[in-house]
């Protein structure tokens, strides 16, 4: 038996000599991989006995060309931090998505929801930097683009978390995740607070645009505070779609079968034909029902007027009049949020009534 070693370095941009951060750092398939911090830095423990003369460290990143050396060849530091130079990648725009749009554009809702039932996926103690808990967004097929990404947290642990937001292509190994779709060099972060109930994305700024079904994943990055991870967000009923999830940079994916993490985007679908009698989709071939939530907004008996009422997953917003009513547009699954000046914010999640009044509290 051979003690395991600690490898480590420093990540760096060949031109600039600037740190890269977030960097996958792993052996490909063998469930070794971690990923460099913000200043670029990385430990890895690896006992190069344990592996064959094929076996190689990969480095890679958005915005740059793999970089692989064999296990092999690898050398042990004790006092520094060897230098790994990555070369940066042209970003090539894409002229196929700008002659292919269509004349019109339509908003849909695409992806999964979950409408109170007690499911979930999770982050626990076996996960490790770089470990991915990614869903197939099933789509109808033609030119979209990705436009934000709404999540909702069951609990989280840690102080926060830093994740980062993956766009596949269903092109890898018997259809698992595969080709990155986000080709614009740069990564998409987020931070997951302690107390946070949801999670907005925009996606916006990064032009991603998809023709078919994609996969999308969230990545563990830094954990802050607490040394371990305890992340539960929600998941949704689907017999139609799978999950996948690996535990640790560049480890193979599991693939968990009729199962949807509730990961529910907004996206500009570009059409030849004008919308009609359009309703947004949730779940390819399941027609979303909309309708009118009306309540009132009331601190202390009282009605709250100019209160902020806000849907978090279509982003549709309204303010409560003298009285503390309001009217504001959802449906079943969908998160909103209240708001008011000098009060907590209230999150509910609306089921099936449709008549919803809310008690804030004072900070």
């Known amino acids: 038996m051979y003690a395991q070693q600690d490898y480590k370095g420093r990540v760096l941009d060949a031109k600039t000599k600037e740190s890269v951060p977030y960097v996958n750092i792993g052996i490909v398939n063998r469930g070794v991989g971690t990923v460099s911090d913000e200043e670029g830095l990385f430990h890895l423990e690896l006992n190069k006995e344990e592996y064959s003369l094929r076996d190689s460290l990969q480095f890679s990143s958005i915005g740059y060309k793999t970089f692989k050396q064999a296990v092999k060849d690898l050398q042990f530091a004790y006092d520094e931090y060897p230098e790994i130079v990555l070369q940066p990648e042209i970003v090539k725009l894409n002229e196929i998505v700008v002659t292919n749009k269509g004349a019109y554009e339509i908003q849909e809702i695409i992806g999964y929801q979950n409408t109170g039932e007690k499911i979930y996926g999770y982050w626990k103690d076996n996960i490790a930097l770089g470990g991915e808990l990614a869903t197939k967004i099933k789509v109808k097929k033609g030119l979209r683009k990705l436009e934000d990404l709404v999540f909702e947290v069951a609990s989280n642990a840690s102080d926060s978390l830093l994740v980062r937001i993956n766009i596949y292509d269903e092109d890898g190994f018997k259809s698992f995740p595969g080709t990155n779709l986000n080709t614009s060099g740069k ?18 700024p990064y032009d991603i645009y998809v023709k078919n079904d994609f996969i999308l994943s969230l990545e563990l990055l830094k954990i802050y505070g607490a040394k371990k991870v305890s992340l539960v967000l929600m998941a949704a009923p689907n017999k139609y779609t799978h999950s996948y999830r690996k535990y640790a940079s560049l480890a193979a994916w599991e693939k968990l079968e009729k199962s949807a993490m509730a990961y529910q985007l907004n996206s500009t679908y570009y059409s030849d034909k004008p919308a009609r009698n359009f309703k947004a989709l949730v779940a390819k071939g399941k027609k979303a029902t909309n309708l009118n939530i009306s309540g009132f907004v009331f601190f202390a008996g009282r009605g709250v007027s100019g209160a902020t009422i806000t849907n978090e997953m279509n982003g549709e917003s309204t303010v409560a009049n003298t009285q503390g009513r309001y009217v504001l547009k959802a449906q079943k699954g969908d998160l909103v949020t209240f708001k008011a000046a000098d009060m907590k914010t209230k999150l509910i999640k609306i089921l099936d009534r449709t008549r919803v009044n809310v008690n804030l509290e004072s900070e």
């Open 187 to 204: 990564s998409i972060f987020h931070t997951i607070g302690k107390n946070a109930r949801v999670s907005k994305v925009d996606l916006s």
